[in-house]
């Protein structure tokens, strides 16, 4: 089989030229950080999962009518997506506070919020991806105000869809963050969600427990990170509801 090309190497992926103009194939490691790489380990299975689960929401919200830029799954751990044109801003979305929200203004985490709150952070490992307010993404041209309208209109649609799903089976979507790419058609654009959606970009809470099901059991060592996720695609139907733990995955090249 020919080497392919690497276009990009982030810490949770890879991106490799695809087999049309257009595309990429998205691969996902069994890497896992946090706190801006500080702390790393490679997690068997882990990738694995996230990429079912990605596969799972995007598809959820391509039948919902949310553009996406996922195409299909390809094997267990890689998938064909949309080329796009990143918009260099993190989206998050809170719905309780928690993580950064909750030390920055002094709340108790799982505190509910009046209303979803959309935050922006521009994305820059080197600079710990820095929060930023509208009037810095418009004014250094990450995006025009239309695109911060239709961005936000996009981030609560995706929003409902998630807190949705979650809330069917026993799990509080507490927050979480996506990416943005636009993707043109001669001079139209087009937004649309793109990078992931999975436990590593979502904080979620079992509704009973208050247990962690997210990247939270590995930045704060309460667990098997694999058997949270484990845990999320069982109850989603991603796999069997008598699986306990992932198998050894096989590496695709």
């Known amino acids: ?12 992926k890879i991106l490799y030229e695809g087999p049309e103009p257009g595309t990429l194939v998205q691969y996902f490691k069994d890497d896992a950080t946090a706190n801006n790489a500080e702390k790393q380990a490679v997690i068997e299975g882990k990738g694995v999962l996230n990429n079912r689960l990605s596969e799972f929401f995007m598809t959820g919200l391509g039948n919902v009518g949310i ?9 267990m751990r890689e998938q064909l997506v949309r ?9 998050i979305v809170r719905n309780f506070a928690a993580g950064s929200m909750a030390k920055r203004l002094g709340l108790e985490e799982g505190t509910a919020l009046p209303r979803p709150i ?14 930023v307010p509208e009037e810095y993404v418009i004014a250094f041209g990450w995006a025009t105000q239309q695109d911060l309208d239709d961005i936000v209109a996009l981030a609560l649609r995706v929003n409902d869809f998630m807190s949705g799903v979650m809330f069917g089976v026993g799990i509080k979507l507490v927050d979480f963050k996506i990416e943005i790419g636009r993707i043109w058609d001669n ?6 969600v793109a990078d992931e959606i999975s436990p590593d970009s979502c904080r979620l809470w079992d509704m009973e427990t208050g247990q962690k099901l997210d990247k939270d059991v590995f930045r704060r060592d309460l667990g098997s990170l694999t058997d949270a996720y484990t845990e999320v695609a069982r109850r989603l139907g991603v796999m069997p509801s008598n ?4 198998p050894k995955p096989t590496l695709i090249n």
């Open 118 to 131: 959309i935050e922006f952070s521009y994305k820059d490992d080197k600079l710990g991806d820095p929060l």
């Open 83 to 91: 080329q796009v044109e990143i918009i260099p801003l993190e989206v």
């Open 187 to 192: 001079d139209y654009q087009r937004l649309v």
């Open 67 to 75: 553009p996406t830029h996922f195409i299909r799954r390809l094997n």
């Open 1 to 12: 089989m020919a080497r392919r090309k690497k276009i990009y190497e982030g810490k949770a």
């Open 243 to 246: 699986a306990t733990h992932m």
